[in-house]
């Protein structure tokens, strides 16, 4: 007989509390995952409040990206954007189980960037900086050594992201990518 892989990986939401409140259990708590299950727990905890306020103050980062990021479609009711996990790495997509929807609900946020970086990017795309980013974002740019400039010069820009990116990007990670996509365009 052969053995044969799976390429399935089961992962398990099931953890057993102890006998604290659930207030009180935060390491259950920080165990909760899936925007269904996140909004029970809040619910419980802060009943009567706004989850989103809520959140803010209980939840772990990834918990609030996945509260915000796990909403259905208006148009298909799927859930559009969510981990996506290629052998070791784990990335955030957008991607349609029916293949004809688009990602149209950004969140603007500011973020000091390096105005070099940011003048070098559009000009040699001629695109827009939030055209950049996307683009930027699409590649494959966690796979290539962060290159920082010691020397930056920044200043506030105001980017449209999805919601997961909103909440998960910081400004070195968006520098990172238009580097990595403008030294794939040609311009080291």
Request: aromatic share 8%; glycine share 6%; charged share 30%.
């Amino acid at each position: 007989m052969s053995e044969q892989a799976s390429n399935i990986d089961v992962r398990s939401n099931v953890y057993l509390r102890t006998d604290k409140p659930i207030n009180a259990d935060t390491d259950f708590m920080k165990r909760v995952t899936g925007r269904a299950a996140i909004g029970k727990l809040l619910e419980r905890v802060a009943p009567g409040l706004d989850p989103s306020e809520a959140g803010r103050s209980l939840l772990t980062v990834r918990q609030a990206a996945e509260w915000a990021w796990q909403k259905p479609c208006e148009l298909c009711g799927c859930i559009p954007e969510g981990p996506v996990r290629r052998g070791s790495v784990e990335t955030i997509e957008f991607r349609c189980p029916l293949g004809r929807c688009h990602p149209k609900n950004f969140v603007p946020r500011a973020f000091l960037l390096d105005v070099v970086l940011v003048d070098r990017a559009t000009r040699i795309t001629g695109k827009s900086l939030n055209e950049v980013v996307r683009l930027a974002l699409d590649t494959n740019w966690r796979d290539f050594p962060n290159k920082e400039n010691g020397k930056r010069s920044p200043r506030r820009y105001w980017v449209a992201l999805t919601p997961w990116e909103a909440y998960m990007l910081k400004a070195s990670d968006l520098e990172h990518a238009l580097a990595v996509y403008t030294r794939e365009l040609g311009d080291a």
